[in-house]
């Protein structure tokens, strides 16, 4: 099966929401006349609409970008009106300017883009038609996961598909540097912000009146990436705080009766810069983005994607989450137009309504059969998938064991219905055949020939080749992690702490949380009620018994308690490894470079040895959450903040944080330093 699998024109989630595919009637009408089809959504009951040009005079001549001008004015000893030229130039650079013409160019451009890269893109019917009416009433901030470039316009594809609104976009500064490409983009409704703002006080002003204004004028849906970054590693990433604080203010301020908040999760069969990131991960520079670059990209129109799922979370109102969080009466003693920075309590609801949103979109994604695939290839042996081959009825009966097993822990699945599960198997693997291969009923890792055609082949190199096989699979397992991490964390705990009492485990899975909370997001101060979760899904599948004092695992869970224990596996040994690796140095002062590049050293010597036996521990995004992680324990300290972060290691405190991994000392509940998330 050259294709992969696609059922009808509708799909459903298990709650029954309808999900329709936007692509199925496009095929058979002209491009052209879709892009110039009457566009006219419902107006904004707020406040009258205004032009891009218009909103950035209002930005430029606001009370408080003038206080910031006179302020910088007087610390730089510069003259106001170089000050202001400044501001005009940081808002010339970053401001958006959408234009209907070019948003109809995008719609063409894309329309013909999504047919031939994927099967179907599915959008759940009743989140559209909830946005549609949001939209009406109260500013809507749209906040997708970001997992490849093409969320950045799928979502405004979308929105001009049903008559809503379409958002102006945040955006990375590299995009707009695009010859030809980032004025488009800009007119498309992109605005582009720095990726390296520092203590630059007259950007962050004009960034933050720009998104304030936006945000009380209800010029448009804003749409940014709560996370930040894209996701190298296809899982959730912990969100920046900044663009939700300054989304925020206009509503503690009570310049805005309220905020809707929307969460969209995107989920995709296959991920178009797949290689392109596990590379990135390795060590390999990432290509600067430039239309050079774009138009070379383009034989991936060439390949198939299989299917995209759009779910548009239900809208959320700011008003009555922060209800009873945060005393508003404060704003009401500084004048609005003064600036003032967010107080403990406004960051703490911030950060906790970022945390949720991505919790909200974890939960609104789809696993695809390639997702659970993936979890049962990385606990094979790598010789098995390398030489032997995996056998294909043996992968299949144990992908749909795991699947009965995420339904029990109420994930959302796009399994194709009516469709005989050997073929939705087989056109997987078909569909995947960048990372794996069928031959003779088997199951075989595909990895780049390049190597073998040179005259001679050293075992590192041979060893990296099947490194970025091995990332891509792990990229895959991780878009399903988030059903299995809570339970999984307990197995964890059980076996690290050999006991039954609920309080130790309790104590032990809060330190497990602590430890991995760069792997995983969770809500900040929710650590029981995510104890109490992975109970109750691990008792409901029989895989434990409960009661008031004890956990216990019971006769039929020793399966799934294995499998959850080996899904952790990869993270426990590249931070034992880590570890080690701290301890060992000689100096207690090193470079994060050095850092990166002597682990990365040491794991190619342990992994072609045959001592180590995960990849994951090439992976540099693995290797900085592990130094995010040991500096909020309090175990390192960032000494130096430049292109060559320094830090100084406490071994002892890096040991014992190992040692209590390894269960060769109690887990204690560290009390973990501040680690402000902008």
């Known amino acids: 099966m050259a294709n992969t699998y696609r059922v009808l024109d509708k799909v459903r989630l298990q709650d029954e929401e309808e999900f329709v595919d936007i692509l199925e009637d496009k095929r058979h009408c002209n491009d052209l006349r879709f892009a110039f089809r009457t566009f006219s959504p419902p107006p904004y009951k707020g ?20 206080y910031v001008i006179k302020e910088v004015a007087l610390e730089t000893e510069s003259s106001v009106e170089e000050v202001r030229d400044k501001v005009c130039k940081i808002m010339w650079e970053m401001s958006q300017n959408l234009q209907l013409r070019f948003i109809r160019l995008m719609a063409f451009t894309f329309r013909k883009v999504f047919k031939r890269l994927f099967s179907a893109i599915y959008v759940n019917m009743e989140g559209l038609q909830a946005l549609q009416q949001a939209t009406q009433e109260f500013p809507v901030i749209l906040m ?55 203590s630059d006080k007259l950007y ?3 960034l933050s009146e720009y998104v304030r204004t936006i945000v009380r004028t209800g010029f448009a849906p804003l749409e940014f ?100 969080k945060i005393n508003r009466c404060q704003y009401n003693l500084i004048p609005r137009d003064l600036p003032q920075k967010p107080n403990a309590e406004a960051q703490a609801c911030g950060s906790w309504l970022a945390h949720m949103i991505v919790r909200l979109q974890e939960e609104g994604a789809l696993t695809s059969p390639w997702s659970l695939m993936a979890c049962i290839l990385l606990q094979v042996p790598t010789t098995v998938l390398t030489e032997e081959g995996l056998l294909f009825h043996q992968l299949t009966e144990q992908t749909l064991w795991l699947r009965q097993l995420a339904l029990d822990f109420r994930a959302h699945l796009s399994w194709p219905e009516k ?38 082949i050293v075992p590192e190199d041979d060893m990296m080749r099947t490194a970025a ?14 059903v299995f991490v809570r339970p999984a964390l307990l197995a964890l705990a059980m076996s690290i702490r050999k006991s039954t009492r609920k309080d130790e485990l309790l104590t032990c899975f809060c330190f497990l949380q602590e430890v991995f909370s760069n792997e995983f997001v969770f809500i900040p101060g929710k650590s029981s009620q995510d104890f109490d979760e992975a109970c109750s899904l691990l008792h409901e599948c029989k895989a434990v018994h409960v009661s008031q004092w004890e956990v216990t695992d019971s006769d039929t869970g020793l399966e799934v308690l294995s499998f959850l224990q080996e899904l952790l596996k990869p993270f426990i040994e590249s931070y034992q490894l880590m ?45 900085k959450n592990v130094l995010s992680s040991l500096r909020r324990l309090g175990a390192i300290i960032k000494i130096e903040i430049s292109e060559n972060n320094e830090y100084k290691v406490n071994k002892s405190a890096v040991r014992r944080t190992g040692d209590m991994l390894a269960g060769r000392i109690p887990p204690q509940i560290v009390q973990a330093a501040p680690d402000p998330r902008l």
């Open 469 to 482: 096989a091995f990332l891509m699979l792990a990229s895959y397992r991780n878009q399903c992690l988030h």
């Open 579 to 623: 570890f080690r690796f701290l301890c060992e140095e000689r100096d207690c002062v090193f470079r994060e470079k050095d850092f990166l590049s002597g682990v990365r050293t040491l794991a190619t010597k342990l992994i072609v040895s045959g001592e180590l036996h995960t990849y994951e521990a090439l992976s540099s995004d693995m290797q």
């Open 144 to 198: 997708p996961n970001h997992r490849s470039y093409i969320d950045f316009l799928v979502v405004s594809y979308i929105l001009f598909n049903y008559d809503i609104p379409v958002p102006v976009i945040a955006a990375g500064i590299p995009l707009a540097g695009m010859k030809i490409v980032g004025e488009i983009l800009r007119r498309s409704g992109a605005f582009f912000i720095r990726r390296a703002i520092g």
């Open 204 to 206: 962050w002003a004009v």
């Open 419 to 456: 469709v005989p599960d050997s073929d939705v198997m087989s056109s997987t693997v078909a569909l995947h055949r960048s990372v794996v291969y069928r031959k003779a009923g088997r199951v075989y890792l595909t990895r780049n020939d390049e190597l073998e055609r040179k005259h001679s």
């Open 225 to 324: 990436f709560v996370e930040g970054l894209r996701s190298r590693t296809l899982k959730s990433l912990p969100p920046k705080l900044g663009m939700m604080n300054m989304i925020l203010e206009p509503f503690f301020k009570g310049e805005v009766y309220d905020i809707t908040l929307l969460p969209i999760s995107i989920s995709y069969d296959r991920v178009l810069e797949e290689s392109l990131l596990a590379h990135e991960l390795l060590g390999v520079p990432k290509p600067r983005e430039s239309t050079a670059g774009l138009l070379k990209a383009s034989k991936v129109l060439q390949e198939n994607y299989g299917c995209m799922h759009v779910n548009f979370g239900r809208p959320l109102s700011v008003r009555q989450l922060c209800e009873g």
């Open 47 to 66: 406040a009258p609409a205004c032009s891009s040009a218009e909103l950035n005079q209002a930005v430029l001549e606001s009370q408080y970008l003038r």
